[in-house]
């Protein structure tokens, strides 16, 4: 009888389910998985936080000054302390604005849901118009929604289930959402609709605001909002001294957390290909270096090769090999990160070998 290779997994189509599972599933030995684990974890307390502490210790003072005099000497005689203010952050996809924010809501104590300082924190949906705005708000906060209900029943109720949970710290993350609209008449309906929250008499609410350098030109564009905001940039880095040397600092704070030493690698050349291969966006920088010595704690070495960076950057972007900034022989400086899991470019163009600038090898 003719012989056929069908490549077919007899014994896995025989084992149960569940045993042929347990038997692909790959094995970390319970050390690495804690390592891999906690790298994931790690916060790196970036140049910046600083800036993001100050303000929104700023936004609390701000609120304390109010709250003493509106308990002391009632609502009557807080003036021009009666009104709350915001906190705006900006920054590119993937420079940490979301778990900076988290990060120091927890350090300030913002994140106990008892204390008046509780921040409630929500998402802005996609498109943010005023009333699912609202909803969010109102979900959030717990309260149950029997029906659809119109847009000022909705705006009717925040401010007063806010009150009802002594809530004065309100986070709106994405919210460059509200570009999506492209109705600048309800993008301004949302913005004063903020600003009624933070000038309500009865309870004023002080606002922290993030999103994508579109929600800053929303809010330049609406003066009595800026007027009440301030600004933190999340700026992405560049190829100067200081910021090389913070993608350096991050390298040697991740190795150092799991156990693994950098000698050996060009550590500044592996600071600048990071730093062009995610655009200087440290948030995703910093998950790079995560997966890249992860690969390292996985094959159980102590020290980290340029290989592993190219396995992790292929994995997180899904680019070709000749557009790895990690591979050998690439002229990373001329690779349009922005354009490689399917490059506009004819790709037999985008794989003919390139004039090699620099030599770095896999293993070094
Ligand atoms: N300081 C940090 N330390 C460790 N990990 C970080 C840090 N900042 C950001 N990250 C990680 O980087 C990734 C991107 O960060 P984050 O989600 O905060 O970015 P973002 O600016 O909010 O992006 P987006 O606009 O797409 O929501 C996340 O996995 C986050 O955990
Ligand atoms: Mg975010």
Request: charged fraction near 30%; charge should be neutral.
């Amino acid at each position: 009888m003719e012989k056929h290779d069908t490549n077919l997994d007899t014994a896995g189509a025989e084992a149960p389910a569940n045993e042929k599972g347990a038997r692909r599933r790959r094995k970390r030995s319970p050390e690495i998985a804690a390592l891999q684990a906690m790298l994931k974890q790690t916060y790196y307390p970036h140049a910046r936080n600083q800036t993001l502490l100050d303000q929104l210790n700023n936004l609390l003072d701000d609120f304390e000054d109010y709250d003493e005099i509106a308990t002391k000497l009632g609502l009557s005689r807080v003036g021009q302390l009666n009104e709350g203010r915001a906190v705006v952050v900006v920054g590119e996809s993937g420079t940490g604005k979301s778990r900076s924010l988290e990060r120091a809501f927890a350090d300030l104590g913002m994140t106990n849901p008892t204390d008046k300082t509780f921040v409630l924190s929500i998402q802005a949906p996609s498109p943010c118009n005023l009333k699912q705005l609202g909803i969010k708000i109102l979900e959030a906060l717990g309260y149950w929604i029997q029906r659809d209900l119109q847009e000022n029943v909705v705006w009717r109720l925040v401010p007063d289930q806010l009150a009802l949970r002594n809530i004065r710290f309100l986070h709106i993350d994405e919210m460059q959402h509200l570009t999506q609209l492209n109705n600048p008449v309800e993008a301004l309906k949302v913005c004063d609709t903020l600003k009624g929250l933070m000038q309500n008499t009865n309870w004023p609410m002080w606002l922290i605001l993030s999103g994508m350098p579109k929600l800053a030109n929303v809010i330049e564009n609406d003066f009595q909002l800026r007027r009440r905001s301030t600004f933190v940039r999340l700026d992405q880095l560049t190829a100067c001294k200081e910021d090389l040397k913070e993608i350096r600092n991050v390298l040697y704070n991740f190795c150092g957390k799991a156990g693994l030493s950098l000698d050996g690698l060009p550590v500044r050349e592996l600071a600048s290909r990071l730093m062009h291969g995610t655009e200087g966006r440290l948030g995703y920088l910093i998950e790079v270096v995560q997966a890249a010595l992860s690969v390292t704690l996985r094959e159980e070495r102590k020290t980290p090769l340029m290989g592993d960076f190219e396995r992790a950057y292929e994995t997180k972007t899904g680019c070709h090999p000749e557009q790895n900034v990690f591979a050998d022989g690439v002229q990373w400086q001329d690779v349009d990160v922005r354009n490689t899991l399917f490059p506009d470019d004819d790709i037999e163009e985008a794989r003919k070998p390139k004039k090699r600038r620099r030599k770095v090898s896999r293993g070094a």
